[in-house]
Nanobody, 115 residues
Framework: QVQLVESGGGLVQAGGSLRLSCAASGIMFSYNLMAWYRQAPGEQRVLVAAITSNYNTNYADSVKGRFTISRDNAKKMVYLQMNSLKPEDTAVYYC?????????WGQGTQVTVSS
């Protein structure tokens, strides 16, 4: 049974930082590409950052230079360090992976950035 559990969201002022964590189970974690998505109210869910099994990373243009995705294969954890947060970063953030042809999502964690 695949489980992705996010934590670390909260309320922060513009310019502040947050670190999101995602604990994964039920997958061959070290082989999986792991990703963070976000969904703002009334908008579609969009990719924020991804990290491959070889630690290659990819970022949405809107977060490049501010966010950093990382992973710890021994702990089966993926992280999203978010710096210089802006009000437009406000969204529910989801951890996600694909395994056996299915995409799995965590329950999401709310990030709210006040101006």
């Amino acid at each position: 049974q695949v489980q992705l559990v996010e934590s670390g969201g909260g309320l922060v002022q513009a310019g502040g930082s947050l670190r999101l964590s995602c604990a994964a189970s039920g997958i061959m974690f070290s082989y999986n590409l792991m990703a963070w998505y976000r969904q703002a109210p009334g908008e579609q869910r969009v990719l924020v950052a991804a990290i491959t099994s070889n630690y290659n990373t990819n970022y949405a243009d809107s977060v490049k230079g501010r966010f950093t995705i990382s992973r710890d294969n021994a702990k089966k954890m993926v992280y999203l360090q978010m710096n210089s947060l802006k009000p437009e970063d406000t969204a529910v953030y989801y951890c996600s992976t694909v395994t056996n042809g299915f995409r799995y999502w965590g329950q999401g964690t709310q990030v709210t950035v006040s101006s």
